[in-house]
C-alpha cells in the first residue's frame, strides 16, 4: 500500500479556521538556542528547581542536626521528615519541569493521528483525550499514552516520516524516569542518611532496686559455726573443694587515686530475685544455685528488681594492700632455735611507713616495747646484734617444711562497722638446690642431704604487709547481653550518696526501697564470723599449694611472688609481686562470701540509647544532582510540536484555543445541551473524535 503524500487534501479538515478580529499578528516565535528543534525553556521554573536543589543539602543538614543526640524514634522522626519535605519539594518540581514533555508528546499524537485518512480512523477519542490530559504529572498517564500511541497508526512512524521523524516514545519513557526519580527521592535521601544507635551510660536520672550484696543473719550463724574448723590447723580447711575453685568469680582491680584496689567481681545470681552470693556458708553447695524454684521466687521478700542493660551502683568490700621487705634479716631473724622453731622479728621503723601510705593512725600497741616472752619460747634465744627497742612484731613458724608460710596479726575485726585491719608476715623457706638464681637475706647454717647425699641449705627471706577491707561503692554494668560487669569505683564509702556536680545533678524517678530488711549500708560490726572464715579460707588455699611430701619445695604460688617462672625460676621475694598475689589471692577466696543472701539497696540508671546521624555525601550529592540534571533537561528541552505548531498544553488557555480557535474540531456535533450530568455528557461524547486542524 503506498502511503498517502502529506499534501493530500484527505489529511486536512476543510473547515477554515478561526480568524482573530482583533487585527493583530501572532507574534513570531521567541528566539533561544535551541528553537529549531525545542520549546522556550522554562526559565523560571529551571531558577526555581535550581534554587531548591543548591538549598537541599543545607535543608536536610538542618533535621540531620536534629536527630542527633535523640533516642532512635526522634532521630527516625526528624530525618524521615527532612528527606520526605525535601523528596517532596524536589519531586514537585522535577514533574513540573517534565510535564511540559507530556504534553508535547500528547499534541504530537494527536496531531500525528489527525493527519491519516478517515477511512483508517483519522482522530482521537475524546475519553483518551481525556485520560492522556487529566493527570500530566502521572505515570499512568504516560504508560497510557505509550499504549495509544502503539495502538494509533498515526502515529507510527511509517506514516509520519514526511513531516515528523522524532521518536515520541523515548520522551515519554524520560518523562516516566522523571516520574520514578521523583516519586523515589525521599527514600534515596532516607537512604543516604545513616544513622548509628549508641548505647550510653546516664547518671541523671535513678530508681533504687535491691541486690544481694550483704550477708544475712542466717549466714553469720552459719559462717561462726565453721570457726573450730577453721582454728584447727591439722585440718587446713577451706570453704569450697578444689573442683569447685573455677566457680567461683573474677577478680578484678581497680584504680583510687593512684592505687590499686581489689575487688570480687558481682555474679548473675546476686541480680536476680531470690538469688544469692557465695557468702550463705551453706556446706550442702558449693556454688550459688540459679536453680530457683518458682515458688521461691513468689516467697521471696521483697523482689529483686534488676533488669538488663543498666548500670547498678551499690556498696562492695574492696582490698588494699602495703608490703615491705624486713631489712637485716641476719639480724630480725633466727632460721632455727633450739626448739626447732623460727622466729622473725619486724622494725617498727619498717611498719611505720605502711600505715603512713594508707592515711591510718599507727597502733599505740606497735609504740610500746615488743614483749618477746610472748613469742619466743623457754629456750630459744634471740639474734645477735637485735635491736629489741625497735621491734614492734614478732612471730613464729613452725620447722614444717612448707617453702611460705603466713602469720596474721589482725588489728580491727571490724568492730567499728567499717572494716578489717590485718598485719601480716610472710615468711619464705626454701631449699637453695631448687634457686639456682635465688637470692635470700639469709642462708642457713643448718645442712639437708638430697637425694644423692650431698648437703644443701635453707634460703631465707620475708616481708610484712598492711591489709585493708574496706566498703567502696562501684558501678557494674548488667545486660542481657553477658555477665555482670564492674566499670568502675564511684565513692569510697559504705553508702550511696548522690555524686553531684555543677553540670550533673542526680534525681530519683520512682518511689524509694523502704523494705526493714533491706540494708543501705555495708557495716563490719557483726561480721568477725565471716571475716574468720573467709581469711583462713584464703590462707589455707594458698597453703594447700605446697611440695609437703619433701622439705622447702617450691610452688607456683612462691614462684609467683618473685619475678620469675618455672619450678626452678625463684629469684627473690619482691614486696610489689607478694602484695599484688596476696590481694588476689584474698580477692577472689574472701571477697566472694562477704556477699550472700543479705539484701542491700542500689539504684539503678537506665541505659540511654541515642542515635548519631550522619549524612552520606557521595550518596545525597548523586540524588541530587541527578534530580538537578533532569529538571535542567526537562526545562530545557521540550520538543516542539510536529508541522511548527506553536506549543500546546493541558491548561485552561490551551483548551480555550483548541475549542475556541476551532483548532480541535469534532467528528460530528457533541449533541449535549445545558444542565446536562456530568455522567451523560461523558456517555454522550466519550466514543466521539476530534481531529488537530489547527
Sequence with gaps: MQTPSPNSSKYFDTTPPYTSTHGKFPKPPARHPFA??????????????????????????????????????????????????????LGLSLVHLARGVLEAATWATVIHQSRIPDTHGAGVRLKDLAAHSDDPTSSWTALRLLWDRHSYP??????????????????????LLNVILSGTLSFLLARAVDIDVQVVHQQRKYHEVVVSGDLSEDDLKRADALQEAFENYVLTWTLAPFSSHGELPAVLSLNWQNESVFFSEVILSQLIPGGSGFGTFDLSATAPSLDIDAQDLMLAAP???????????????????????????????????????????????TIRPLFDDFDLPFPPAFEEPMNFSKVVQQGDTLPSGLDTAGISMGAMFWNNGV?????????????????????????????????????????????????????????YDAAVCLELYEPWVLEVYNSSAGFPNSMRIVDKGAEIRDMNTEELKEKMSRKPVLDPFVKRALNSTNMKAAYIAGHQNSVN??????????????????????????????TELSEVYYAKARALADASNVL???????????????????????????LVSMAILAAFLMGLISALFVPRLPLDVPRRGFDLYSWLSAFYAHELVAERPAGISKDMDLEDIMDHTSELKFRYVG
Design 154 to 175: 498515526g502515529a507510527d512512524r511509517e506514516y509520519r516520516k514526511f513531516y515528523d521523524s522524532r521518536k515520541w516514545s523515548i520522551w515519554i519513557l524520560f518523562f
Design 403 to 459: 617453702a611460705h608460710s603466713m602469720k596474721s596479726t589482725p588489728l580491727s575485726m571490724g568492730q567499728d562497722g567499717n572494716g578489717f585491719v590485718t598485719m601480716e608476715n610472710i615468711l619464705v623457706r626454701l631449699n637453695t638446690s631448687f634457686a639456682p638464681r635465688g637470692n635470700f637475706g639469709l642462708i642457713g647454717d643448718y645442712s639437708l642431704p638430697d637425694k644423692d647425699g650431698v648437703a644443701t641449705f635453707i634460703g
Design 592 to 618: 566472694p562470701y562477704f556477699a550472700g543472701s543479705g539484701l542491700i539497696v542500689a539504684r539503678r540508671y537506665h541505659d540511654q540509647v541515642i542515635t548519631s546521624a550522619v549524612i552520606n555525601n557521595i
Design 36 to 89: 529549531k528543534n525545542f520549546e522556550v525553556p522554562q526559565w523560571k521554573k529551571l531558577a526555581i528547581h535550581t534554587g531548591l536543589c543548591a538549598l537541599a543539602y543545607p535543608f536536610l543538614l538542618i533535621f540531620v542536626i536534629m536527630g542527633r543526640g535523640q533516642n532512635l524514634f526522634w532521630s527516625r522522626l526528624f530525618v524521615g521528615l527532612g528527606c520526605g519535605i525535601l523528596g517532596l519539594m
Design 303 to 349: 523482689k529483686v528488681g534488676v533488669e538488663t542493660g543498666s548500670v547498678l551502683r551499690f556498696p562492695r568490700w574492696g582490698i588494699r594492700i602495703k608490703c615491705a621487705k624486713i631489712p637485716d634479716i641476719p639480724l630480725n631473724l633466727v632460721p632455727l632455735s633450739e626448739n626447732n622453731f623460727t622466729y622473725l622479728f619486724t622494725p617498727r621503723s
Design 541 to 570: 588455699q594458698i597453703l594447700k599449694d605446697n611440695g609437703r611430701d619433701a622439705n622447702y619445695v617450691p610452688s607456683p604460688t612462691l614462684i609467683s611472688f618473685t619475678g620469675g617462672d618455672g619450678p626452678f625460676g625463684y
